[in-house]
């Protein structure tokens, strides 16, 4: 079975042809992102007309390079939420009218169950249940997924997402936004303990997270000794920041698995392209017996190869959408 999938929550613009959930024919990416750096964040209006733009080529060239006409394309599969609504309503409303002009079943898909797919494209064994780490520029959570579509949420942040507290501190020293991809790169020539960051816990919730309290103490760091005039290593910060973020991360994670007697961790989204994340849960799982699966790289940010992965185990447990789908800026993974 082959599907069309979009993508359009945030600020890129994709388009994919995905066999039976697992085999990527075509995936096409248009990001927006150097427009979005002049102004050190995603501005949800911007999104919107770029994707108004993008869609039609980017969905067209996913067909070409699949070789495939929307003939032979057996569903479309969208993503409808979470994300900036404007940005959602160009892939949903695109999404709607092929399939009212084609009669292909059109299949709505989750945005964070597709990061989670992502790793059924890179794992091709990879198979529920196991224990899942989404880390995104929006949301921090713990999901148990029981089956693909079937999924609990364990624990998730109480404030920001780990994503946005890596591009909330590389903006304030200076990296253009995302600036969590820099940040990353920089902290591999830093010492990791040259600064005690605090490492927050959220009293009777141990699987939650907390990340706003980190966030400032390293902004506090930073302007604090800009004004005595000292200058900071950058390189050390970075490397002490990602550590502390790195071991909230991993030790709840951790925690998680073992109260839930889970053996299988996966972890999902645009932060588990973290070198430290991705390094510290392959040596830790390796020391435990757990079996650790993680995304490629190159799958790790946004792409709608992984809406063509989700939306075939979508459509396999019937969820079908007729053309009155709307798109939301937030919905439960559950
Ligand atoms: O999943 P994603 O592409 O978009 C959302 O659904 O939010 O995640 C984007 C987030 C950004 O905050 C970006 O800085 C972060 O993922 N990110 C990273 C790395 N690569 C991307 N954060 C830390 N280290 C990285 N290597
Ligand atoms: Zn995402």
Same mark, same amino acid.
């Given at each position: ?23 990527? *024919?075509?995936? !096409? $990416?248009?990001?927006?992102? %150097? #427009? ?9 209006? =911007? @999104? ?6 993008? *869609?039609?080529? !980017? $969905?067209?060239?996913?067909? %070409? #390079? ?9 569903? =479309? @599969? ?6 900036? *609504? ?249």
């Amino acid at each position: 079975m082959k599907i069309l999938a979009i993508e359009s929550s945030c600020d890129e613009t994709a388009a994919a042809v995905v066999e039976n959930g697992r085999n990527v *024919i075509s995936s !096409v $990416v248009a990001s927006q992102v %150097e #427009e979005h750096k002049l102004y050190g964040g995603v501005v949800p209006e =911007i @999104a919107s007309r770029r994707h108004a733009e993008a *869609i039609v080529p !980017v $969905v067209r060239q996913a067909l %070409e #390079e699949a070789n495939i006409s929307l003939d032979g394309i057996d569903a =479309i @599969a969208v993503t409808y939420a979470p994300g900036l *609504i404007g940005a959602l309503l160009v892939g949903v409303n695109f999404a709607k009218g092929l399939s009212l002009s084609t009669g292909k079943p059109l299949v709505p898909t989750h945005h964070l169950r597709s990061h989670i797919a992502s790793n059924y494209i890179s794992n091709p064994d990879l198979k529920p249940p196991f224990l899942c780490l989404v880390v995104s520029g929006g949301h921090s959570h713990i999901v148990m997924v029981e089956d693909y579509t079937k999924m609990k949420i364990i624990g998730k942040t109480r404030d920001d997402a780990a994503g946005e507290a890596f591009d909330k501190a590389a903006r304030t020293m200076g990296m253009s936004y995302p600036g969590g991809i820099e940040l990353d790169k920089v902290a591999e020539d830093g010492d990791p303990f040259a600064f005690k960051l605090p490492r927050p816990v959220v009293h009777d919730a141990p699987y939650d997270f907390s990340f706003s309290g980190l966030k400032t103490a390293v902004i506090n760091l930073i302007h604090n000794s800009a004004q005595k005039g000292i200058e900071l290593n950058k390189p050390d910060v970075c490397a002490s920041f990602r550590y502390a973020v790195v071991d909230c991360l991993v030790t709840n994670f951790l925690k998680a698995a073992e109260d839930y007697g889970v053996n299988k961790l996966v972890i999902a989204g645009g932060v588990s392209a973290n070198s430290l994340l991705r390094r510290t849960l392959r040596e830790k799982c390796d020391e435990s017996g757990y079996e650790f699966y993680m995304p490629d790289k190159s799958l790790c940010g946004d792409n709608a190869a992984m809406v063509g992965s989700q939306g075939y185990y979508e459509f396999l447990s019937g969820n079908i959408a007729g053309t009155d789908l709307n798109a939301y800026a937030t919905m439960s993974i559950e």
